[in-house]
């Protein structure tokens, strides 16, 4: 009997599959104080660009049942603060750092992953897909197979680290993204962003926010995406992390059983910065209880699954 949790995911050995998510996660050291770090085996850092990002107009951020809808807008103090700043502070801390990439063209999203491949602090990258790319009208990458495959193959040949593609929920075909990533060179994928939404104030008559449309993350959204991490392994057998809704051991479980090997805690950490231990060990009692041979036995073995 092994109650170990440690895994492998997208080419880093993690301590526990507990990674804590982008933007939710801020630049790591928000988080020192509140969080056990020891049960958290990546942090994802908060999405970085080539030049700062100013974001959207406040309101940011709306409650929505079983779920938040943000329109942060990418906000980030760019690049060079970033190195400068951000990742001296990460000196120290106990698990892996992944910095999350975000960009308006091709050519930004590669400059930024050269520079961070140079940086000791940074373990792997994580690229944000869903932003629009200006070089083809606004579509965001992710909405355009060939081109996101392009994008990837780019980061790919200057990364020198492991490459995670953090995919779009609301795609037409998931699988065929999914495939593009692969296939330009990604490491591991990210399934999924937060689903398009809006809040209303019938009272004001008025959007909530500022920009009228956020994305909505919590658990509103992990049956969404637990059946898109069960199609997406099911068909390509890819290394995934999973991300929506994970607030409790259960969840975590729920994903790893349809495929994921990690899984991402966002908005949990704002009702409860203890999540990602009670989490932790939630997944040490089940592998226990169950006398699994580990966790990442659980990875796809989803009882009654059709082949």
Same mark, same amino acid.
């Given at each position: ?8 995911? =997208? ?5 526990? #599959? ?39 107009? #406040? ?31 990460? /000196? ?36 944000? +897909? ?10 965001? &990458?992710?909405? /355009?197979?060939? =081109?996101?495959?392009?994008? +990837?193959?780019?980061?790919?040949? +200057? ?11 609301? +795609? ?14 990604? /490491? ?48 390509? =057998? ?31 950490? &704002?009702?409860?910065?203890?999540? #990602? ?14 006398? &699994?041979?580990?966790?990442? &036995? ?5 009882? =009654?699954?059709?082949?």
């Amino acid at each position: 009997m092994n109650a170990e949790i440690k895994v492998e995911a =997208g080419g880093l050995e993690l301590a526990t #599959p507990v990674v804590l998510a982008s933007g939710c996660a801020g630049y790591g050291d928000e988080w020192l104080e509140l969080v056990d770090l020891d049960a958290v085996g990546a942090v994802v850092l908060k999405g970085v660009s080539l030049e700062p990002w100013p974001g959207n107009a #406040p309101p940011r951020i709306a409650e929505a049942p079983a779920g938040v809808i943000n329109a942060v807008g990418l906000e980030n103090v760019g690049l060079d603060t970033l190195v400068r700043e951000k990742l001296p502070a990460l /000196d120290g801390l106990p698990c892996k750092v992944v910095a999350n990439v975000v960009g308006r063209s091709r050519d930004e999203y590669r400059d930024v992953c050269s520079a961070l491949a140079a940086e000791r602090r940074v373990d792997a990258l994580e690229l944000n +897909v869903s932003c629009p790319n200006v070089e083809a009208r606004g579509m965001a &990458f992710c909405a /355009d197979a060939e =081109g996101l495959r392009d994008l +990837v193959a780019d980061c790919r040949d +200057v990364a020198g680290k492991p490459l995670w593609v953090k995919l779009a929920p609301m +795609v037409t075909d998931i699988v065929a993204v999914a495939r593009a990533a692969l296939d330009g060179g990604a /490491d591991a994928l990210t399934i999924a962003n937060t689903v398009p939404a809006m809040a209303v104030n019938v009272e004001a008559r008025r959007a909530v926010l500022g920009n009228v449309y956020g994305g909505l993350s919590g658990p509103a959204i992990r049956p969404i995406n637990l059946r898109l991490v069960h199609v997406v392994y099911k068909e390509t =057998g890819a290394d995934l992390i999973a991300s929506g809704g994970v607030d409790g051991w259960r969840a975590a479980a729920a994903y790893i059983l349809a495929g994921a090997r990690a899984v991402q805690v966002g908005t949990a950490l &704002f009702d409860n910065p203890g999540a #990602p231990a009670e989490i932790v060990a939630g997944l040490k009692e089940y592998v226990k209880r169950e006398m &699994f041979d580990g966790l990442s &036995f659980l990875v796809g073995k989803l009882r =009654g699954d059709r082949k």
